[in-house]
């Protein structure tokens, strides 16, 4: 063709591909980072001395008894993660109907927020204010007859869960049981006690997900649950006005933080709620995308480390602060060799 002909009569105006043909102006021209500051490390705790049971839907996920979790927290302290989130697997006779375990100051979880705080106090404690571990039917409240799951009666209980954290030295209380009221309830309750510097991460957007379901076996609240769903608490996937409507509720009521559960399929409600309220917006990447990196990388079906570290700055990208991830420790050693 005759405007062809000549190929340098021809050039894009702009080429993008210049900035990324050497990897110093692909680094000056990167707009997110990931840094172990970002990072959050759930942890499972079980009672016991130097006991540690594998989580079969989580390959590399350990229940661990106190004296462990102290060590594995001190090895996250020293490769940078800020802080961790402890999640007790209850003794099934400790379970009942009305969860009075979960506010027990001699509870599991209370007692090793305190062993934390008193062996690393520079490492940031956050405490999972819900019922389900405790209640012997698996709902993360109590139950009336009909087996509908009560609100106000519920928020009375998490409140004292929650002050019993406070108490222990947890330094975050991060109510995950989706009840209406219940941020302005325990910021009342935190206020009335003297605990004015405690601080809340409001599971504000928790999708009623089927990515919990290693969670679930993890704490054992799954066999418990049987068939039952939490549809009348937890958000429908389907929405995302929702959402927003529920973080503006718990920003009102005095969250420090919120927080949207799960976190790959949900990056768009992250960066909505980023834009339109600015707040710290932390992300869970929960159990199941763990289970699905995992079991596709020991498959040999992806490359790990490089899967696991895109789907971090994702984060990063849609908006977050922070992520709460079961890759926490792992990256955060990634992060070191790079
Ligand atoms: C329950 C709770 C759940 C998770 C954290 N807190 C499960 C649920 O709502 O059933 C899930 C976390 C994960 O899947 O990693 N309060």
């Not at 000549?6 to 110093?24: G, I, K, L, S, W």
């Not at 008193?118 to 405490?127: K, N």
């Not at 509908?148 to 995950?176: F, M, R, W």
């Not at 066999?223 to 006005?241: E, F, V, W």
């Amino acid at each position: 063709m005759e405007e062809m002909s000549h190929p340098n009569d021809f050039f894009p105006a702009t080429r993008m591909r210049r900035m990324r043909y050497q990897a110093f102006s692909r680094r000056l021209m990167r707009e997110n980072r990931l840094s172990s500051d970002d990072l959050i490390c759930p942890l499972f705790v079980i009672e016991g001395n130097n006991k540690q049971e594998a989580v079969a839907s989580m390959p590399g996920v350990n229940r661990l008894s106190i004296d462990l979790v102290l060590r594995e927290a001190e090895t996250l302290l020293n490769l940078g993660v800020p802080a961790i989130a402890l999640f007790p697997v209850t003794d099934p006779d400790k379970k009942s109907l009305s969860a009075e375990e979960a506010y027990n100051p001699d509870g599991l979880a209370q007692r090793c927020v305190r062993a934390l705080k008193d062996a690393l106090p520079e490492l940031g404690i956050i405490t999972d204010v819900a019922l389900d571990p405790f209640t012997s039917h698996g709902q993360d409240g109590l139950l009336n007859d009909q087996g509908y799951v009560v609100n106000d009666e519920t928020v009375e209980v998490l409140c004292k869960q929650a002050l019993s954290h406070a108490e222990a030295g947890a330094d975050i209380v991060a109510p995950s049981d989706m009840m209406d009221g219940r941020i302005g309830a325990i910021r009342t309750v935190l206020e009335s006690h003297g605990y004015t510097n405690t601080r809340i991460l409001a599971y504000s957007a928790k999708y009623a997900s089927s990515f919990y379901g290693p969670f679930r076996d993890a704490v054992g609240s799954a066999g418990n649950l049987g068939g039952g769903n939490k549809y009348s608490y937890q958000m429908d996937p389907a929405n995302s006005d929702e959402a927003l409507r529920e973080i503006a509720l718990d920003l009102r009521e005095g969250a420090d933080m919120i927080m949207v559960k799960p976190g790959m399929p949900y990056l768009d409600i992250i960066r909505r709620a980023k834009e339109q309220f600015g707040v710290p917006t932390f992300a869970y990447q929960v159990s199941g995308e763990y289970a699905m990196l995992k079991a596709a990388s020991q498959n040999g079906w992806l490359d790990e480390q490089q899967v696991v570290m895109e789907s971090l700055l994702a984060f990063k990208r849609a908006g977050c602060d922070a992520i709460l991830t079961y890759y926490a420790k792992s990256a955060a050693q990634w992060l070191k060799q790079l």
